[in-house]
């Protein structure tokens, strides 16, 4: 993702031209009175409209100072900026309330002096879509910013925010290089750093800023990595006056991240979006809001942790499978042979992963009203999950599975129906995940008023793919801990199965800004790529629109959707989740693929050296893991995600197998 | 520069009526039927048609325009040759507006500038993309209206009046109000309900409103064009297409009339409604 850059306090239209020649991201224009820098309605109407101009991309951030509705109605009436700053003393209650009044996304500007200030974060971040860290103006200030000065960008190491962040206060073109270095904002703001006096920008200075920022972020992306140990030698020249945390060792990763996905439309890159019809366009941006709600909320926070520990029997076990690993390491050469770790997602309640993403959406769901859950579902496990959770809370289930899911899942069918769930059969086009798929958007257009439809996987419109991401991350932060406790260290590689791939965006994102740990997600091959029967969506497929988001796709010339092929009902869907076409675009992982003949091999080899039956989702993970520990030094650590159990298998295998039972 | 569809907007209001909107899939059951129904349609009553571009996953199609779809794939249907149809057909009918209904993929995948270059040139008036909200105007609705071709949005029960100015903004030719929460062809509207929720659009815009989904017959139309610029019916000619067609889903010489038929009797209920009001 590249840096944004934010130049602040522009009021004329040659300046402006210069931020936007030198390639702004963003412009802002300050309505604070007492500021040098204050603009009045028509000013900033023009330069707005000049910054939107032909040729020009900046977005227009309008800043404001504990501003009343009315002024800020009138702002937003004349200028229509992209994004609303808040830069005084706005509480979290009064950004969530300026963000649902105006419909436009939020940034909040906070003061940083000490570590104790970074406290104050939390309460901001489910309310607004983006921090704006700004150094604390010096006692006695007429200017809440602006001052021109820096505070200790080194203790921004390490921070970990649920929205993007902005770095400011103090910038300056000789500056940035070096405050990049330390901390890892989504992008950087200047104002005063730019000007040749308080309030006059200068062309020149803004032009070396730009450069500087881009030089210092192109810097970071061909590192990779640089990581500088030990405390940098003076990252605070203007200082805070407090001593640093001395026990405290300083690592400071340089890259861009890869967590601050998506931007307020949904979009990761060009992946994602909201693709739906009109009918349910109201009801996502309702979801997306109770969702931000809920997120913000600690009693629902509180509620989802109870759930995962006392229902779910969170956490999953992290389990050395030594057997598996001591097998692999007998046909390898010396001195490889990686050390394999199965994350025990199979040992959840309903016996897969997917259970974690419905309680979040089910609690969500009874925080909205709505008494009827819907759901679609290939393999029959987040069938299970919906209909087991529905159960749980006395709400009416309908599930939807293509006809051909139903007659290879049949147990998970039988489950479903004990649980109280009504399983509706797909029988138009291909009869399996896509199709029950399209059943349930229609279902949802027809019973908008009280139904909920519970998305199973990472993709879908926006909100779903982030949201479904951030239910399932519990499992790559459960193995982030998990991993330090038993080796000391983060693990070397991921690897996981992906048909829609929430199970592999659960275990991948808490580790997407870790360039030490490598990823590699598992499509299904089929058949294999070259047979055109498969479901290898970012091998085998390119980028088009369907099921409300943008991301890789098997089509024909003409745009028309192809029937996926797999042994396994779980990932037999012909894209793919719209961040993982990200993250493969951008190269952060990587897709390889597994034919069914291969997941099935998989499938009785850690039957027999574990104990384990895994399904056959993840045992396409476990064939490339046979594939690749042998090539891995003895000391690799690499966690497979085991996403779920293969009872449900069982009928299925034993059929292939040509065995009766 | 008028449009066809402003044109035959105001043409209909002048008459004191309104417009029998037509929708078909194109290529059902195959390219050669499909072009002539296409062909006969204008003369049969409809006002204006809309043309289904057959698409794999209609998310938001019931079983009737799916069924039509598939058909239409299955007999080798494609974009470029239902652009191709258009061509044909404005080549012998100068005046009745045309207007493509279907989902985005296929013309992502063509290409949006190709796309809107080539559907103008074959004189398609009208773009509606099901699965585009204002949200996503950037892909298409705004590069379709610089290249002069009217974007039509769906408003629906759901669109409330802060979402309104919103789904109107670029909305062009007329809006298209879809009567029911639902998929085409499912339950029927309330015509009561229904001129309540146009007089609701009508006072945030001064285009047409035309109204569809759920309209299936003559009287039903009447009811609904009593208080609409315009009536969409397009299930209701699928079903009959699909009534007239042999074992092995084939036209059959009744396949045309079956739907000229109905499109007939629809125009003279839709007709009907001005005379009484102009009594």
Known sequence: MSLEIKICGLSTLETLDAALGAGADMVGVVFFAPSPRNVDLATARRLAGHARGVGAHARVAALTVDAEDEALAAIVEAVRPDLLQLHGRETPERVAAVRARFGLPVMKAVGIATRADLGRLGAYEGVADRLLLDAKAPKGAALPGGNGVPFDWALLSGLELRVPYMLSGGLDPSNVGAALRLARPSGVDVSSGVESAPGLKDPARIEAFIRAARAAESEAREAGTHEITGRPADPNPAGDGLPSQPDEPCVVTVLNSFRTGPDENGHFGIFGGRFVAETLMPLILDLQKAYEEAKADPAYKAEMDAGLKHYVGRPSPLYYAERFTEHLRAGAGEGLGAKVYFKREELNHTGSHKVNNVLGQILLARRMGKERIIAETGAGQHGVATATLCARYGLKCVVYMGALDVARQAPNVFRMKMLGAEVVPVEAGAKTLKDAMNEALRDWVTNVHDTFYCIGTVAGPHPYPAMVRDFQSVIGNETREQMMEAEGRLPDSLIACIGGGSNAMGLFHPFLDDPSVKIWGVEAAGHGIPSGEHAASLTGGRPGVLHGNRTYLLMDDDGQIIEAHSISAGLDYPGIGPEHAWLHDTGRATYISATDKEALAAFQLVSKLEGIIPALEPAHALAKVIELAPTLPREHLMVVNLSGRGDKDIPQVAEILGTKI | ?279
């Open chain 2, 1 to 279: 520069m008028t449009t066809r569809l402003a044109t035959r907007f105001k043409a209909c209001a002048e008459q004191g009526r309104a417009a029998l909107v037509t929708f078909i899939t194109a290529g059902d059951p195959d390219h050669d039927t499909s072009l002539a129904l296409l062909k006969a349609l204008p003369g049969a009553g409809a006002d204006v048609i809309e043309l289904g571009v057959p698409f794999t996953d209609p998310m938001a199609d019931g079983p009737a325009i799916q069924a039509a779809g598939l058909r239409a794939l299955k007999a080798g249907q494609t974009l470029a040759k239902t652009l191709a149809m258009v061509r044909e057909f404005r080549a012998g009918e100068a005046d009745t507006p045309v207007v493509l209904m279907g989902y985005y993929n296929p013309i992502y995948i063509y290409g949006v500038e190709r796309f809107l270059k080539d559907a103008k040139e074959a004189g398609v008036d009208g773009l509606i993309v099901v699965d585009l909200p204002p949200e996503e105007d950037n892909e298409l609705c705004l590069p379709a209206l610089k290249a002069g071709l009217d974007f039509i949005r769906l408003a629906t029960p759901t669109t409330d009046d802060r979402r309104l100015p919103a789904v109107l903004a670029n909305t062009a030719g007329f809006v298209y109000y879809v009567s029911i929460t639902g998929i085409t062809g499912a339950a029927t509207p309330d015509a009561d309900v229904v001129g309540q929720a146009v007089a609701r659009i009508k006072r945030h815009t001064g285009l047409p409103v035309a109204v569809g989904f759920g309209v299936k017959t003559p009287a039903q139309a009447a009811a609904i064009a009593a208080g609409a610029d315009g009536v969409v019916v397009g299930s209701a000619l699928i079903d009959a297409l699909r009534g007239s067609l042999d074992a092995g889903e084939r036209a059959t010489p009744a396949t045309v009339p079956a739907v000229t038929g109905l499109v007939s009797a629809l125009a003279e209920a839709v007709r009907g409604v001005a005379r009484a009001a102009a009594e």
